[in-house]
């Protein structure tokens, strides 16, 4: 473990991996690709070790800390990004893996093709319905809602969908399919009526 200050010069940050750039003695190649992907719309050509998540790489290397990393296993959702429109962990997808992607993250969710150049319609809907309370899971939830609705929209399925109304086009999102759907996103806090809300507001 290393320590190195933040990127805004803040408290130091842990370096959970070997620091970067490579250990002199280490060949060329031997521990780190490159990496050329977009990010929120902006090019990105970066060098990382094979070990470095996507999310580390948004938050360590390029300074978008929007994404949280909560359980670092998969499990709660804060990390959720977009990556070519779908919705995945962060913390378990290696940034080598995104290599010609796009990646959007919660500091680009304004500048989709749904906003209106200010927010997000899900983030506008997230404040007026009050859905989040400390607010740690809140970029996660709101890129998963985007990701779902991009799902609903293509008429894929979720666990709860009745099978005859997933054949052909959007699948109608119930409160039912939208906790089903956003079930992978935790909030300790408790708001998930309000998000449910939140999302109906955006599906009207």
Known sequence: MESNKGPHGGPGTTIRYAPWPRPADSPPGATGSPVTLSVNDAPVEVEVDHRTTLLDLLRERLALTGSKKGCDHGQCGACTVLVDGRRVNSCLLLAVAVDGCAVVTVEGLARTEDADGDLHPIQRAFLERDAFQCGYCTPGQLCSAVGMLAEARSGQPSVVTDPALAADG??????????ERMSGNICRCGAYPHIVEAVQDVVS
């Open 170 to 179: 959007p699948v109608p999102l119930t409160d039912e399919e939208i906790r």
